[in-house]
């Protein structure tokens, strides 16, 4: 009888696990930007880099942090100045059961920068290099020039089959016939705008996942999509409104997840036209650009409260910024912090300057890219007002805004001259930022090709060129290090604050949240 | 009747015509696609590549000629950000919007004629003055926040029905359609419902201002007099007579709904064509905006003609004629 009762027990019991951990196995995503393309290599975008990561894996994987960890290649190393050897991992099967070669990763790279359509590649990340197969599982990288940043490109690229994607076209990817890779989840369906389904891939070579099933659904409009998670529709969502966050942390159901991410917001000061468009004097007249002076910068540093900024506008999910990348990347300066709110230092740095009465200017910014863009830029207009700067706020929508900020005035150049913008680190670490956004903008070496400042310094070209060349991780630490330290004592542009992105799911989930913004089934687990 | 269609064909074929220009121009000067495209990590020469691939360096006119020529080969131009013809990408969204449209025009006529009707016959009744007022805050509320209210309460409050996406589709007649499979209609309630007010509150003050005048009129007081029964007064004599604003109103707003159901796609999350000409503007995907227009130009010039041939059979005195002829 007791004997007869445990047995009971434990078939009841086992039952429970059981049926409880089926009904739990689906999930379900709401995500607030949806991928154009299933095809990996389609289109270099957050959603679609963060999907594809679900089915293809990379030789170098990036954790939730961005550090780099062995994905399809277990090591990788530079052999001389201008060759980096990959190992690749053994016994790896893509989804159809074929063997992960060599073969592979060739006909990956050839593919990748390719795609007949695409409306921006991967090219950007396999310029100037050159693969060759060793054997079945070594792969030699050559480049024309020493290039440390070899592990971060690879990082990007996603390794389809030889045998079933590399001859397809985007539509077969969309089908699903050729997305076949060797990640933790298989493609199962693709309906654009309305749902992709994966479903768990048993024979994974790393961690299986959690989930036997996902189902990611895009809701773009904010309100909808946390009405979707408290009706239950779905289990977790992606961008969380700040407006909401402290209704759903009130939720005893509902559990959020926070994390800074690589995106810096700052500003940029036209530093190369005498004649600024949108600064006047103080009667409207036309003035010498008092941007072109560092003190005048400092100055505006000085006098935009960040901490303000993070409480009010930002309602408390932001992090204030001193430099280019949050603490914890590569490449980041442990000397920095934020510039302290000081108005009457910006004032006397004005007067010092020769511009004690203020000056007009005009601060451009979207207002449908970035958090609470719109609202970030008003509040620094009337911070800068209160030091005499008197500010107009102008913010527009991203399509027009970007076009205008890059290449706007009538010869090619950015039409305005303080600009609003964000950057986030795909590569996680310093060098991206400090080649875009800092380096001089110099067209022949691709340098400096989101600097609408123009600040221009060879000192720090010098140095951020020289840690592009080199491969040892600690000097290129130091040398990032020192050019992001020299941009900032220049003032080449004015870090304001780090986004912090929200995530919010169910209680009993908890998601790991992650620096490059992306959404990844694998980083959802029951508690 | 031939001869008018043939004509009216013409006249939309210059319409069309006409807003291409428009349109074209129009959409091509606002903004500039290539930021939006591009990967931040681009550098000058992949960003001169793009503007190349999209033929953005070509001058406006020549970027127009070969868009007409496309067109006139039945290709609108390939989508910027799907690489994909825009018109099979419409068409593709279309089922969606077109049963949510249906739906809509179902519902504004099976809730719209009879409310209507009868606060047309009972006007005093206090139930017709509670329709009357229920009709204004059909007009006035927007739709967005008649949406954002619906999904709270029947979905997140009550939990009767999903708040967004489109359900589980089967087919009928070789076409998906979400009205064929019982959780489709659950999810299509809700927007359907949402777009449809407006059309609701339409219906029931035009069928009312029918009625009230119809019924005074000498062919009701002559049909009482010869002892016809008051249903067959009202569902015979009178609703042919009403009939006519009403489908006139109706058929316009159809191609409304299906032009203008942007809001409430993008609030439920509808994959129709509205979110994805929302999508298209926002991210600056030209060929998409175009095309999208260029259907919906067709739909309207479409649609009104098969308004003026609905008319003639309702009203044998219409003659489809032009009428300096």
């Not at chain 1, 303080?418 to 400090?434: H, Q």
């Not at chain 2, 319409?15 to 220009?21: E, I, P, T």
Request: net charge negative; aromatic share 8%.
């Amino acid at each position: 009888m007791r004997k007869l009762s445990a047995v009971a027990v434990a078939t009841v019991s086992a039952l429970a696990l059981f049926t409880g951990a089926a009904l739990a196995e689906k999930l379900t995503i709401g995500l607030a930007s949806e991928p154009t393309s299933m095809d990996p290599h389609f289109h270099n975008l957050g959603p679609n880099n963060a999907m594809s990561v679900h089915i293809f894996d990379r030789l170098i994987a990036q954790d939730e942090k961005q550090r780099l960890s062995p994905g399809l290649a277990v090591s990788w190393k530079p052999i001389d100045d201008l060759t980096w050897e990959f190992k690749l991992r053994e016994g790896v099967k893509f989804h159809d059961g074929s063997d992960f070669t060599a073969d592979d990763v060739i006909c990956t790279m050839e593919r990748a920068p390719e795609v007949p359509n695409s409306p921006s590649g991967y090219g950007t990340y396999l310029k100037g290099k050159s693969f060759k197969k060793i054997d079945d599982y070594t792969v030699h990288a050559i480049t024309e020039a020493p290039y440390p940043l070899m592990a971060n490109d690879i990082s990007t690229i996603p390794v389809i089959s030889d045998s079933a994607g590399c001859g397809a076209a985007t539509e077969d990817f969309n089908a699903g016939s050729a997305s076949i890779g060797t990640g933790p989840f298989k493609f199962s369906d693709y309906k654009p705008g309305e749902s992709i389904t994966l479903v768990r891939n048993d024979d994974y070579w790393g961690d299986a996942p959690a989930w036997s099933e996902v189902e990611f659904r895009p809701i773009k409009s904010g309100p909808s999509r946390v009405a979707a998670l408290l009706a239950g529709d779905v289990d977790m969502i992606a961008g969380v409104p700040t407006t909401d966050i402290s209704t759903l942390e009130a939720k005893d159901d509902i559990q959020l997840s926070q994390g800074v991410s690589n995106r810096v917001i700052y500003l940029h000061m036209d530093q190369f036209r005498e004649n600024s468009p949108f600064v006047k004097g103080n009667d409207g007249s036309e003035i010498k650009n008092p941007l072109m002076d560092q003190r005048v910068r400092l100055a505006i540093s000085k006098a935009i409260n960040r901490d303000a900024i993070v409480d009010r506008v930002m309602e408390g999910v932001a992090i204030p910024a001193g430099q280019l990348l949050p603490e914890g990347f590569f490449g980041v300066s442990d000397k920095l912090s934020p510039e302290a709110y000081d108005p009457e230092a910006a004032k006397a740095l004005l007067a010092e300057a020769g511009y004690g009465d203020g000056f007009q200017l005009t601060i451009h910014g979207p207002n449908d890219r970035y958090i609470n863009d719109a609202k970030i830029a008003e509040a620094i207009g009337q911070m800068l007002t209160r030091v005499g700067i008197k500010t107009a706020v102008e913010t527009m929508p991203r399509s027009v805004y970007f076009g205008r900020a890059s290449r706007g005035s009538p010869d090619g150049l950015p039409e305005f001259s303080f600009i609003l913008v964000g950057w986030g680190a795909g590569s996680g670490e310093a060098s991206s930022p400090l080649k875009s956004l800092i380096h001089t903008f110099d067209k022949d070496k691709g340098f400096g090709s989101s600097n609408r400042g123009r600040h221009s310094n060879a000192e720090i070209d010098a140095l951020i060129e020289e840690a592009l060349q080199t491969v040892d991780d600690e000097k290129r630490q130091d040398l990032l290090a020192k050019s992001t330290e020299m941009a900032i004592e220049n003032v080449a542009i004015i870090p304001t604050h780090f986004q912090v992105n929200t995530w919010a799911a169910k209680k009993g989930l908890k998601y790991t949240p992650r620096t490059d913004e992306y959404t990844l089934a694998m980083g959802v687990v029951k508690e | 009747m031939t001869v008018f269609v043939i004509r009216r064909l013409m006249q939309a074929i210059f319409v069309v015509f006409l807003m291409s220009v428009i349109v074209f121009f129009g959409v091509n000067v606002v903004g500039d696609p290539v930021y939006m495209l591009v990967s931040p990590d681009a550098d000058q020469a992949d960003i001169e590549a793009a503007i190349r691939r999209l033929g953005l360096d070509r001058p406006i006119w020549e970027q127009y000629f070969l868009f007409l020529k496309g067109a006139l080969q039945g290709n609108l131009g390939d989508s910027f950000v799907f690489g994909e013809p825009a018109l099979k990408l419409i068409l593709h969204h279309m089922p969606a919007t077109l049963e949510l449209a249906f739906s809509a025009l179902f519902l504004s006529i099976v809730l719209g004629i009879p409310l209507g009707l009868f606060s047309g016959l009972y006007p005093d009744n206090p139930v017709s003055k509670g329709i009357m007022a229920g009709s204004i805050l059909g007009f006035s509320l927007p739709t967005f926040w008649v949406g954002l209210m619906l999904i709270l309460l029947f979905a997140v409050e009550l939990g009767w029905l999903p708040s967004t996406g489109r359900g589980d589709t089967a087919s009928i007649f070789g076409i998906e359609t979400s009205l064929a499979t019982w959780d489709g209609i659950r999810h299509i309630f809700l927007p359907a419902l949402n777009l449809s007010l407006l059309k609701i509150s339409l219906a029931i003050r035009l069928t009312r201002a029918g009625v009230r005048e119809a019924m005074g009129q000498d062919y009701v007081k002559y049909a009482r007099a010869k002892g016809l029964s008051t249903s067959r007064i009202i569902f015979v004599h009178v609703m042919k007579n009403i009939m006519i604003p009403v489908v006139t109103v109706m058929g316009l707003e159809f191609g409304s709904l299906i032009g203008f159901s942007v809001v409430t796609e993008t609030i439920f999350a509808w994959p129709g064509m509205g979110k994805l000409l929302i999508d298209a503007i926002l991210q600056l995907d030209r060929p998409v905006v175009v095309a999208y227009l260029m259907i919906m130009v067709l739909f309207f010039v479409l649609i009104n003609l098969v308004v003026d041939i609905l008319y003639s059979i309702l009203d044998p005195r219409v003659r489809l004629q032009d009428q300096g002829a």
